[in-house]
């Protein structure tokens, strides 16, 4: 068993999950909606992964079973011994496997030491030291810089953003460069604004991964655009239809910043300037094209 927000499920949870894989089928217990939401929502973080996409994340890297505690200020005020009589022994693990920096109950009252305590006789509780440079916030840092290389290491995957494409103002389609128009809701985390290298996926065709040209921002050139949008271009493709459709958008590298343009014309040149450049990152080694 496992326990843990687990947030993005980057390479250090993922490590947790390897090491409790050892001793049998994983039980991963995560919180919905994450604690800071509901007990100090004003500096909880912005999420790396929805519920979803952290269940079949949590799934991908080898958790069998998922079990999502409703988090609410009642289940915040359990004591140590309360969460583990309700949520831990409920479940029959033979061993628990956290990070040295986890806490549980009360006010945060325990710690390892003390679920091994209360849980002996019944489970086992490993300690696993936290993996150097890698966590949920520094993977938030990355993005918010748009480091998305250093985003990229700490997840083991490219970052991905899921959302139903939305309709625009198709001033892309009107140029030649249509794009699905995913709107970037206020609790999730995105790469900071500029133009990406990545990938587009139909959720429902997992096979269908194009390569796609991204625009993270308001779009500056234009002044009506107010709030944050990411932008998928599909590279050599006027066909698509996409509107109400999930997509995956994976992001593989930074080219540049957002920029205000004098006239379409100057635009469409760095556009098209912008589709070459990532035409020739996504073919080089390291892409994640194959």
Same mark, same amino acid.
């Given at each position: 068993m496992i326990i843990g927000n687990f947030d993005g499920v980057h390479t250090g949870h993922r490590a947790v999950i390897a090491e409790a894989a050892r001793y049998g089928p994983v039980v991963a217990i995560t919180f919905c909606p994450h604690p800071l939401r509901v007990l100090r929502p004003e500096v909880a973080p912005l999420l790396i992964s929805t519920d979803d996409e952290r269940r079949a994340l #949590?799934?991908?890297?080898?958790?069998?079973?998922?079990?999502?505690?409703?988090?609410?200020?009642?289940?915040?005020?359990?004591?140590?011994?309360?969460?583990? &009589?309700?949520?831990? #022994?409920?479940?029959?693990?033979?061993?628990?496997?956290?990070? @040295?920096?986890?806490?549980f109950g009360h006010k945060a009252a325990g710690d390892p030491a003390l679920m091994a305590e209360i849980g002996a006789g019944h489970f086992e509780v490993e300690v696993l030291?936290?993996?150097?440079?890698?966590? &949920?916030?520094?993977?938030?840092?990355? #993005?918010? =810089?748009?480091?998305?290389?250093?985003?990229? @290491?700490?997840?083991?995957?490219?970052? &991905?953003? =899921? @959302?139903?494409?939305?309709?625009?103002? @198709?001033?892309?389609?009107?140029?030649?460069?249509?794009?699905?128009n995913l709107p970037v809701t206020p609790e999730r985390a995105a790469p900071a604004d500029g133009i990406y290298a990545g990938w587009l996926t139909r959720c429902d065709e997992p096979g269908s991964r194009l390569p796609a040209a991204i625009s993270v921002g308001t779009n500056p050139t234009f002044d009506d655009v107010l709030e944050t949008v990411v932008e998928a271009h599909v590279l050599d493709r006027t066909d698509l239809e996409l509107y109400g459709v999930a997509v995956a958008v994976e992001f593989v590298e930074r080219l540049r910043g957002n920029e205000k343009f004098d006239g379409l014309d100057a635009l469409m040149a760095q556009i098209g300037r912008d589709v070459e450049a990532v035409r020739r990152r996504l073919a080089e080694p390291g892409s994640g094209r194959d």
């Open positions: #949590l799934v991908e890297a080898g958790v069998s079973e998922v079990v999502e505690l409703e988090f609410t200020r009642e289940v915040s005020h359990w004591s140590p011994e309360e969460f583990v &009589s309700r949520v831990i #022994l409920p479940l029959h693990p033979c061993r628990v496997v956290v990070g @040295q920096n986890f806490r030291p936290l993996r150097q440079g890698v966590s &949920s916030s520094l993977v938030r840092e990355a #993005l918010s =810089r748009g480091d998305i290389e250093a985003a990229n @290491q700490m997840l083991g995957r490219p970052y &991905s953003y =899921r @959302q139903t494409v939305v309709r625009g103002h @198709q001033r892309g389609r009107e140029l030649g460069f249509p794009t699905a």
